[in-house]
């Protein structure tokens, strides 16, 4: 998304010039930048050779110029800051060069190369993995012999055996197709190797073995993915910042600190790559707006470099830059190289006769064959001489590439049956050639020259010379423990900062939640119902605070992927990561519990003593300390979230049942007692009680805290307390006899053990998720494992198959059919404004073009000119700011379906992971066709793009998820992004980097097949970044823009591009050699690349050319010509019918295909329901269990919290792939909110089922079959409205951070106010009127209190009984019997007792009276609460609905 100019504006630049020196170091550095980029006039693919030399002798003319300056003080690091004047310049520490002070200081440099030999790779075959369903997951799960024997894994050679090096100071280029094994050579180079089932041969690291290398030098072998993994919300300085302080050298030039290090570094990076203006711009994804895709790519070199690691592996590092950007970062590359003697591999897609150049060595893979490995200068020489034939202006690399590929191959005349024809001749082949001798010859001599010259040894000697002071020396990380931990804490605090959404929302959460909790528990008495009361509060106050922390796994997952880049660059310890949260920690959760605290503990009346508000204030603090460990260790042994929360949610549900307020200690059953004494909230809750109960005394006085009560009761001598630890004769109840004869909690205890043991499991979880994150290695080393349909994986074709399949993809492509009718499409004055703080910045400025049938449109300019956000503009997929300008679409006004009857393949590939690659094909043919055209004319026209985009292979293969290691690569879906839009057959085609990621011939192919369509009718407009000659000559029209979103040319490219360059040679640019590639040369003309400089302001040139008047009055006649639309307009090409059946076809087809998420919810429950079965085991008709099986039907709605959070992040990642497909018009938003509603039921059916079994029996709940099935039709529309309601918060939030942060207050809100922790008789008036009666909880536990208990008469075992002496000369019957006329509930066990035999009461008679009496329920509501229960889950998707619609586009 390139809309990095948001930022520009108020950027300010930085101008270095040092104070009374004539050669500034400014001037210096841009000398070596601007050597680096090149002049003028050397734009062809011929004349871009770097002049090492000048480099060296410029690096040592300012190396002995700042070695005179570094003496001198600094200016405090405000260089860093951005606004310092230029200082010293460490170029020795950062290029890590050997300088005549470094010499002075005994620093070593730090070289090595990479040698390989007898190199095996075998990894897990196609047909070893099979598309995972609900079915065969539960199988393998119940299939334990397997698990115990595993099967032998079928295996396939990634690559076959051969041998190669690269030394230090050379640069090493791996070609070769998508497949052929490039991307696997580099990571097992970079000692990536847990992705692969076996790796045989020797790989050295300059005589250091592959183990020892990982083991102590893991940050010296570097890895640059496709994929850019950063935080989105740092800025690109706060970034890179980071990134140094981890990586500061302990030698460095005298007097330089740490700061001055950085400042420096960070100012050349950032020169290097072109991001000055960007360092204070966000890096930003998919999702929040920042850096352009290209931009936040250099991000990622830069971050790479930060790391000065000597060997270098970067895979398609140049994806996403424009030409000019890709040549200069290689550029820098080579001069790195060669001046600090660095070791680089690359692999490149696409790569200009330029950059190929700049490599001393290539190897050329194909089927993990070694076609080639040998100089680059010869190559093609070699190739030329085994008979193949380059054509004119084809680039060696694509002349590489291509011989890979049999149907692009072209040989010499006479040399068409003697050239090699498949990967394994070539290799044969190579090993009988002279290059392949001389190679070998050259590998024995560096392995000797290694040997002789220790360069082992210097490098463990330079390494142990960059490690800081404290650092360990046998460490892969420079940087010791405590500094690894300071610079992640000063990130951390960087990220947390800067969501200023997510800490309002969740301090305004704690706030309100604070207040709501004091108020329902108001002034509470210091009596015995006040005492119950008490606990409840408390318990809530435990159970608030550990909701919240649930929040903290949702962060803590989403920081996964750039922990593991970052464990590989050995930038620091994973468990100085976890420190570094625990210490920011304590701000942000001290903060919370005083605000908590302040609002609820005196509100609520609890024991008004410094000491114990204190007390409770740092129990609370602990508990939350220990409870986000308690989360993050369940993120720490797994990557995928759901399986996390499912492990966390069943745990928290044990924790809460055990507590000891639900079931007090001394009543819990003996077989799971044990978790009481494992379980940190039971010992803070034990704690939090003593301190509030300790020492206070508890009135008997009133109706209810004393037995028998009433007129004539008065004397106490024949009363007891109801409150456990009353006597006879005393009218109120100590605290501590209380707590000891109801709960056996002993005062003594309160700081030790209980408080000390919070704190030990707080460090123990530390300990453990510190320890965990360390070892547990669970990154797949960013491996793609293809998952295929059962018996569709792909069979190895014979060569004569490949020959067919590819003449039947020419057949395709030449055979396209035309247009009826062309489609014009033009845009005028286009002018696009974000907001921004402080008013509003332009981002594209009055923009036109027009694009014709038959028309090829190149739209390009560099990186963050505006070029992805003007198709995004054009295309009307721009949700946010203001745009402006006039479109039309064949003379008339874009209507509705506009979005139908355009294809638009974006930046992004996003695809619903689920499906396979046909079944996405056929999804989008079926829904964006015209419904008039048959199902099998559809299917037919499928399987041609599927040909034509040489997907046959993955057709089968479900798409998944890069980042979660499972699916098709990144480059076939590319692919796929472009076929979604193919199989629509659109009037109208926008392309997005179309190619970027893809090689040369799939490139090629792409725009072949795109040309064809142009000649067919089709009018398409296309970015594009690094053309090679020969595809740029595909296009017939050019769109180029300058950085500002301004115009610099539009018109015909012309043959040979004549057209075009004669406009710019005419208007004062260079002259254009007739070697180059037009499209470089156009680009360096307008100063693309990261440090390029037009001679001219282009923009305004074309605004002031006759080219851009005629434009303007052909676009203004086709305004004064525009007309009304008379033909009909359909928003979708399918019925709504149509949609819903197809849309919901798909929905239960992910669903059946996410076991992670059903299986995992299946087992969560299962868990749950067994566990709380056995919890209250075998319940009795006691007066006790009467509130024990009231508790128990409460852990059935504590279980729906998990289900409510699990059904967010699900919604969330649907409504990703809903949202694109919607601004492209697939279906409407309704059939696709119905589907997400519906697919859910039978799930809901099948999981209440089950939940039931494990429960309801075991719990020992009444066995009369209608209320066993009220019970489950009850369960049925607690868990349906769960699901919904989690739709509800997530449909509403953007992320999931904002969704876990509104969890704990809704969720505690509707636990509060059920009626269960606090009466609605105790509530204060306030709430009891309406928030009782508008919580679904209420209603659900209400029905289930009394399905259950309205049939049990109540028979109090001894325990139960209250004792209390009669009078003299009174049976117990007698006495009570006034008491029993007022409406006294219960019953005398001994009615005709009398003394000395006291008299045992039985507080209730029957369930009903218990319930009745206690919370006002009545059996006549059963079926009312069912109802408005039901009614409940209507509300959630009205609501739900509703927000579908609203927020149906994403912010773009």
């Not at 590929?405 to 010499?412: S, T």
């Not at 008469?1353 to 007022?1382: A, H, I, W």
């Amino acid at each position: 998304m390139e809309v990095s100019e948001e930022k520009t504006s108020y950027v300010v630049k930085t101008v270095y010039n040092y104070e009374g020196r004539a050669h500034s170091i400014a001037h210096s550095v841009n000398t070596v930048i601007d050597d680096v980029v090149g002049q003028q006039g050397t734009f062809g693919e011929q004349n871009h050779a770097v002049n090492i030399e000048d480099a060296v002798e410029e690096y040592d003319n300012l190396k002995r110029e700042l070695t005179n300056i570094s003496r001198r003080p600094t200016h405090d690091g405000k260089i860093e800051e951005g606004t310092a004047e230029a200082e010293e310049f460490n170029l020795d520490n950062f290029l890590r060069g050997v300088s005549n002070e470094a010499e002075k200081t005994g620093v070593v440099q730090k070289q090595l190369g990479v040698s390989w030999k007898n190199l095996v790779v075998k990894g897990m075959s196609a047909e070893a993995h099979t598309i995972a369903n609900n079915a065969n997951f539960l199988m393998g799960i119940l299939n334990i012999p397997a698990m115990i024997f595993k099967p032998k894994i079928p295996e396939v050679t990634i690559l076959q055996e051969f041998n190669g090096f690269c030394k230090s100071g050379e640069m090493l280029l791996v070609l070769g197709r998508p497949g052929s094994g490039c991307t696997t050579l580099l990571k097992v180079i970079a000692n990536m190797r847990s992705s692969y089932t076996n790796i045989e041969g020797d790989v050295s690291y300059g005589g250091i073995d592959a183990i020892t290398f990982k083991k102590h030098y893991r940050g010296q072998v570097c890895y640059n993915s496709e994929e850019d993994q950063h935080y989105p919300t740092l800025t690109a300085k706060q970034t890179l910042q980071f990134a140094l302080r981890t990586k500061t050298p302990g030698k460095r030039l005298p007097d330089e600190t740490r700061k001055d290090f950085v400042g420096r570094v960070l100012y050349m990076l950032g020169n290097m790559l072109g991001l000055t203006k960007q360092m204070n711009t966000v890096v930003g994804n998919a999702f929040v707006r920042g850096l352009s895709g290209g931009e936040r790519k250099r991000l990622s070199i830069a971050e790479q470099m930060t790391t000065s690691s000597t060997i270098n592996c970067w895979d398609c590092s140049t994806r996403g830059l424009d030409a000019a950007s890709a040549l200069d970062f290689v550029r820098s590359l080579r001069i790195m190289t060669d001046v600090l003697n660095k070791t680089t591999v690359a692999t490149l897609y696409q790569a200009s006769n330029s950059i190929f150049k700049l490599f001393d060595k290539i190897i050329l893979l194909d089927g993990g064959y070694c076609l080639y490995f040998g100089p680059s200068d010869q190559a093609k020489t070699y190739f030329e001489d085994l008979g193949f034939y380059c054509p004119p202006r084809k680039s060696v690399p694509d002349f590489l590439t291509g011989i890979c590929n049999p149907i692009e191959r072209e040989f010499r005349p006479g040399f068409e049956n003697s050239v090699p024809q498949f990967p394994v001749e070539f290799q044969e082949r190579y090993k009988k050639s002279d290059v392949y001798r001389e190679m070998m010859a050259e590998l024995d001599s560096y392995e000797s020259q290694v040997k002789a010259t220790y360069q082992a040894d210097d490098f463990k000697q330079a390494m142990l010379d960059e490690h800081q002071k404290r650092a360990p020396r046998s460490s892969p990380y420079i940087s010791s423990f405590y500094q690894q931990v300071s610079a992640l804490v000063v990130r951390q605090y960087h990220l947390l900062i800067t969501d200023r959404e997510a800490l309002i929302s969740r301090y305004g959460t704690i706030l309100i939640q604070s207040l709501i909790t004091a108020s329902c528990f108001y002034n509470l008495p210091l009596s015995g119902t006040g005492a119950f009361s008490r606990g409840g509060a408390l318990f809530f106050s435990i159970l608030f605070n550990s909701l919240v922390a649930q929040t903290e796994l949702v962060n803590f997952m989403m920081g996964r992927p750039v922990l593991d880049k970052h464990k590989q660059y050995a930038l620091y310890r994973p468990s100085a990561y976890y420190v570094s949260l625990v210490v920011m920690d304590i701000p942000y959760s001290l903060a919370q519990v005083i605000l908590y605290g302040l609002c609820s503990y005196f509100i609520s009346g609890f024991n008004l003593t410094a000491g114990k508000f204190f007390t409770f204030l740092v129990i609370l603090f602990f508990v939350n300390m220990t409870m986000n460990g308690f989360f993050r260790m369940f993120g720490t042994f797994t990557r995928s979230f759901f399986v996390a929360t499912q492990m966390s949610g069943f745990m928290i549900i044990a924790s809460f049942n055990y507590v000891g307020y639900i079931i007090p200690y001394p009543k819990m059953h003996p077989w799971l007692y044990w978790y009481y004494w494992i379980n940190p909230l039971a010992y803070a809750y034990k704690a939090l009680l003593v301190n509030e109960m300790n020492e206070q005394s508890y009135t008997c006085e009133g109706p209810g805290n004393s037995i028998p009560y009433g007129p004539g009761y008065d004397n106490w001598d024949n009363k007891i307390c109801t409150m456990v630890g009353g006597v006879p004769g005393q009218n109120h109840v100590l605290g501590q006899d209380y707590l000891y004869q109801a709960l056996s909690y002993r005062v003594s205890e309160a700081w030790a053990p209980d408080f000390i043991v919070v704190i030990a499991f707080f460090l123990l979880y530390t300990a453990i998720c510190a320890v965990a994150m360390e070892y547990f290695d669970s990154d797949s080393g960013g491996n793609v494992t293809k998952f295929y349909l059962p018996g569709k994986a792909p069979k190895t074709r014979t060569d004569e198959e490949e020959k067919e399949r590819r003449t039947r993809q020419n057949d395709i492509t030449e055979q396209m059919e035309s247009m009826s009718e062309g489609t014009t499409f033009s845009w005028q004055n286009i002018q696009y404004t974000v907001p921004i703080p402080g008013g509003e910045l332009s981002l594209l400025n009055g923009i036109n073009g027009i694009v014709k049938p038959g028309h090829l449109t190149a739209l390009m300019g560099s990186s963050g000119a505006g070029k992805t956000t003007l198709l995004d503009v054009l295309a009307r997929r721009k949700t946010t700011g203001k745009v402006e300008g006039t479109v039309y679409l064949n003379g008339e006004a874009l209507m509705n379906d506009f979005e139908r009857i355009t294809g638009y393949c974006e930046q992004m590939d996003v695809h619903q992971p689920a499906v396979t690659v046909r079944e996405a094909l056929r999804f989008s043919a079926y829904l964006r066709q015209d419904a008039s055209v048959p199902k099998a004319e559809k299917n037919e026209y499928v399987e041609k793009i599927i040909q034509l985009l040489e997907m046959e292979d993955i057709a089968d293969a479900q798409i998944g998820m890069v980042e979660a290691g499972a699916g098709i690569s990144v480059e076939e879906r590319k692919r796929l992004t472009i076929g979604m839009e193919l199989v629509s057959k659109p009037q109208l085609l926008f392309l997005d980097e179309p190619t970027s990621g893809l090689d040369a011939q799939s490139s090629y192919n792409i725009i072949r097949f795109i040309r064809k369509l142009a000649d067919s009718g089709w009018p398409v407009l296309c970015t594009i970044h690094q053309p090679s000659s020969i595809l740029f000559s595909h296009f017939d029209h050019l769109l180029l823009l300058v950085r500002g979103g301004k115009t610099a040319y539009y018109g015909e490219i012309g043959q040979d591009s004549r057209t075009m360059i004669n406009y710019f040679e005419s208007n004062g640019g260079p002259t254009c050699s007739p070697e180059a590639n037009p499209a470089e040369y156009i680009l360096e003309v307008v100063g693309a690349g990261t440090a390029g400089k037009a001679a001219r302001d282009w923009a305004d040139v074309w605004a002031s050319s006759n080219e851009a008047k005629l434009l303007d009055a052909e676009l203004q006649e086709i305004d004064k010509n525009s007309k009304t639309v008379d033909r009909e307009v359909k928003t979708y090409a399918a019925s709504h019918w149509t949609q819903f059946r197809i849309v919901f076809g798909r929905m239960t087809l992910a669903y059946w295909r996410s076991p992670d998420y059903n299986i995992g919810r299946f087992i969560n429950l299962m868990l749950t329901s067994l566990f709380t079965g056995f919890t209250y085991w075998k319940l009795s008709s006691s007066s006790s269990d009467m509130q024990n099986k009231l508790f128990a039907l409460f852990s059935t709605f504590i279980m729906a919290i998990t289900l409510i959070i699990l059904a967010q992040p699900k919604f969330m990642v649907e409504r990703q792939f809903f949202r694109c497909e919607y601004a492209s018009r697939y279906y409407s938003w309704f059939p696709w909110a119905v589907s997400t509603l519906l697919v859910e039921i039978p799930y809901v059916l099948i999981f209440a089922a089950f939940f039931m079994f494990g429960f309801y029996w075991t719990a020992g709940m009444t066995n009369i079959s209608g209320v066993v099935g009220y019970f489950y039709i009850m369960f049925v529309a607690i868990v349906l409205w769960s699901i919904y309601f989690g739709f509800v918060i997530a449909a509403f939030s953007e992320n999931p951070t904002a969704a876990a942060v509104l969890n704990p207050l809704i969720l505690s809100m509707l636990i509060l106010f059920c009626g269960l922790m606090q009466p609605p008789s105790a509530m204060p008036h306030f709430w009891s009127s309406w928030m009782y009666w508008v919580d679904p909880f209420h209603y659900y536990i209400e029905g289930l209190g009394v399905n259950e208990l309205s049939n049990i008469n109540v028979e109090c075992t001894d325990n139960d009984l209250l004792r209390f002496t009669q009078p003299v000369g009174k049976t117990c019957g007698e006495y009570m019997s006034n008491f029993f006329s007022y409406g006294g509930s219960g019953y005398i066990v001994n009615s005709n007792a009398t003394q000395p035999e006291q008299c045992g009461y039985c507080i209730y008679n029957s369930g009903k009276e218990f319930y009745s009496l206690t919370f006002g329920w009545d059996v006549a509501n059963k079926w009312r609460n069912f109802g408005v229960l039901v009614a409940f889950c209507g509300f959630n998707i009205i609501v739900f609905l509703g927000l579908v619609y609203w927020k149906r586009k994403g912010r773009r």
